[in-house]
């Protein structure tokens, strides 16, 4: 059974009075423990691809199941549950909270899933242990190197066991070591089991997934 | 959906983030909260503190003064300046009015002048008061030393003198006073009896005044006419029927804008009343600044919302609700308007106890309720539009915010 389906998914915007289409008529389908990248140069549209599969927006036409369940038509709400539960993401720029320490950046996600502080504690030292930076706790984001940050917005990924993981060029800025480091750790993470989804236009970089999905001008190739 | 304490916790964390800045929005509610429960503290002191007073003379008392003193009655007419007119009041009027009114228990001139008491080589120059015997009674303020002049000390115009209690001390410093001569405006006078301590308000006090009786005040300054009279009535509830009595007396002689009546319940009314309105305008402009405070409050809060763009991407991205959202803004904003109430009333508090010191104030429950309920509800009506703009925040471009 497929964990993630795009059936025909459509995403038009409207940019000063002009129809932009984003994505056209995008199918495919991802079953749990997959290792798969999206590939796709700038302006492909493959960033509106992964929003559209991670629940941050809604297509304007086709429909997205997860596990099994049409999330097409769900409203703002009900599908930050979704993301809460469901889905783990890595950004580019790492987007941590600059005035909070790294363990509470690791625990934001189970505030949300109204677990309460001393479990989301142990949680969040746990998924700090499995990136490797159990030393690393107390600092704030700004005295972590940008792998280390990058490590930590993993543990965030990871800390509510979400279905799925999206890393969205997740080692863009970093040097080649880090990067390696943060692409091992991704590949661990499948091999134990999550299914992760990855949003490059490296060649290199995808070549860590199973299979690439190729996007261009908003069409799956 | 995140309960109470994990939002204001999120909120306080957010807040010590910026320390500074957060102590500055909180400042225009801090002012906001303690001016209006000082301003209202000293409201309710000062129309307590004349309550008080006028509480001493007891509801019976009655003044007779020249002129026509619209004060009282409602009314609000009398021309200003209208008060101020030349006495007309004789000794006949006094001994009409004592034979005529049965309604009255008693009834003495009340004359003020200015005098220079001297004592040897020490000077003070203060308010010579002419009264009858029934003086101490009347004022509710015994004599402690000596004794008050009597009525045929009245009728010969003896030079007697009773003094308050600052003016012993500046003029006799440990002397006993009682039998030396002072002199008060070239004239001998003999002190007989020193009053009892009776405190002030602002500077005015009971403490400084000297007093002789009438007719001798009335020589000494060459008057024809009594200033006013102190009319004291048989009972409170006999005040009205006195009063018309009086002034059917009065009228067989003067017109009617010759003098008017004054009595301590209806001085007591119009008083409260006008610092009722002056506390209220006082404690209304301070309420303005909470105003102030508030849009202080919103204007952090919309610039807080900008600059946290992609912290409440972010947020939403792993699973926070626009309704989540809303709720920890508004939280920050309620928490910077309820810190700053507690700081306010803190420091009202302490500022009325220190300007207790000088002049009463009271620190009503209510002002504080008061104050500290509208700094909340400040907070919310100011946080809503800030909280608002962060909770529909598109989570993508949110996230991509520079």
Same mark, same amino acid.
């Given at each position: ?54 629940? /941050? ?132 993470? #499948? ?31 | 959906?995140? #309960? ?34 000082? /301003? ?114 009245? #009728? ?34 003999? $002190? ?74 209806? /001085? ?8 009722? $309105? /002056? ?23 919309? $610039? ?99």
């Amino acid at each position: 059974m497929s964990l993630l389906k795009l059936v025909g998914v459509s995403k038009i915007y409207q940019l000063d009075g002009v129809s932009v289409k984003a994505v056209e008529k995008a199918s495919l389908e991802i079953k749990k423990g997959e290792f798969v990248a999206i590939m796709g140069p700038s302006g492909s549209g493959k960033s509106t691809l992964m929003h559209l599969a991670g629940c /941050l927006d809604t297509p304007s036409s086709g429909k997205v199941y997860l596990k099994g369940k049409n999330i097409s038509n769900l409203n703002e709400a009900e599908l930050a549950r979704i993301r809460n539960k469901e889905i783990g993401f890595v950004f580019q720029s790492f987007n941590l909270i600059p005035r909070i320490k790294a363990i509470d950046n690791v625990s934001l996600p189970l505030i949300y899933a109204g677990v309460n502080y001393e479990n989301r504690i142990k949680r969040a030292i746990r998924a700090l242990e499995k990136v490797g930076l159990k030393e690393r706790i107390q600092h704030l984001p700004n005295q972590l190197s940008g792998g280390e940050q990058q490590r930590v917005a993993i543990a965030r990924a990871l800390i509510n066991h979400p279905e799925i993981i999206f890393a969205d060029e997740p080692t863009g800025n970093l040097d080649t070591k880090s990067g390696d480091q943060v692409m091992k750790i991704l590949k661990d993470l #499948n091999q134990k089991g999550h299914t992760i989804i990855l949003v490059t236009h490296e060649q290199e970089i995808a070549d860590f997934a199973q299979r690439t999905i190729k996007i261009r001008d908003g069409k799956i190739e | 959906m995140i #309960n109470f304490s994990e939002t204001t916790g999120l909120a306080l964390t957010a807040l010590k983030a910026n320390k500074v800045r957060s102590f500055l929005t909180m400042l225009g509610i801090v002012i906001g909260v303690s001016s209006v429960i000082l /301003l209202l503290a000293i409201g309710s002191g000062l129309k307590n503190y004349i309550t008080q007073q006028l509480a001493d003379l007891g509801s019976d008392t009655i003044f007779v003064m020249p002129g026509n003193i619209n004060i009282g009655e409602g009314g609000g007419g009398g021309t200003p300046g209208a008060g101020v007119s030349l006495p007309k009041f004789t000794e006949n009027h006094l001994t009409k009015i004592r034979t005529k009114v049965k309604s009255i228990k008693y009834i003495m001139p009340y004359i003020e002048s200015n005098a220079n008491l001297s004592y040897k080589s020490k000077a003070y120059i203060t308010q010579l008061s002419g009264v009858g015997p029934e003086y101490p009674q009347a004022r509710n303020q015994a004599v402690s030393r000596g004794s008050f002049f009597t009525n045929s000390q009245v #009728n010969s115009s003896k030079r007697v003198v009773v003094l308050g209690i600052d003016v012993v001390e500046e003029l006799f410093e440990d002397q006993d006073p009682i039998g030396k001569k002072i002199t008060i405006s070239d004239q001998r006078y003999t $002190v007989i009896g020193v009053l009892e301590e009776k405190g002030g308000f602002g500077g005015v006090s009971y403490d400084n005044l000297a007093y002789a009786p009438w007719t001798t005040v009335l020589d000494q300054n060459e008057m024809d006419n009594i200033q006013s009279f102190w009319i004291v009535a048989g009972s409170a509830g006999e005040v009205n029927q006195t009063k018309e009595e009086v002034e059917a007396v009065l009228l067989e002689d003067l017109d009617e804008e010759d003098f008017s009546l004054l009595d301590t319940k209806s /001085l007591l009314d119009t008083i409260s009343s006008i610092l009722s $309105v /002056l506390t209220a305008a006082l404690g209304g402009i301070a309420a303005i600044s909470l105003l102030v405070g508030g849009i202080g409050i919103m204007n952090i809060m919309l $610039v807080s919302v900008t600059e946290r763009t992609r912290e409440i991407g972010l947020r939403k991205a792993v699973g926070a609700t626009p309704q989540e959202i809303l709720l920890q803004f508004l939280t920050e904003a309620v928490v910077f308007s309820v810190c700053g109430g507690l700081i306010g009333i803190g420091l009202g508090i302490g500022g009325a106890l220190i300007i207790n010191r000088f002049i009463q104030t009271t620190v009503t429950l209510w002002s504080v309720a008061l104050s500290f309920g509208v700094s909340s509800l400040v907070g919310i009506i100011f946080g809503v539009a800030p909280a608002a703009k962060a909770s529909r925040l598109d989570p993508i471009r949110a996230l991509r915010y520079e």
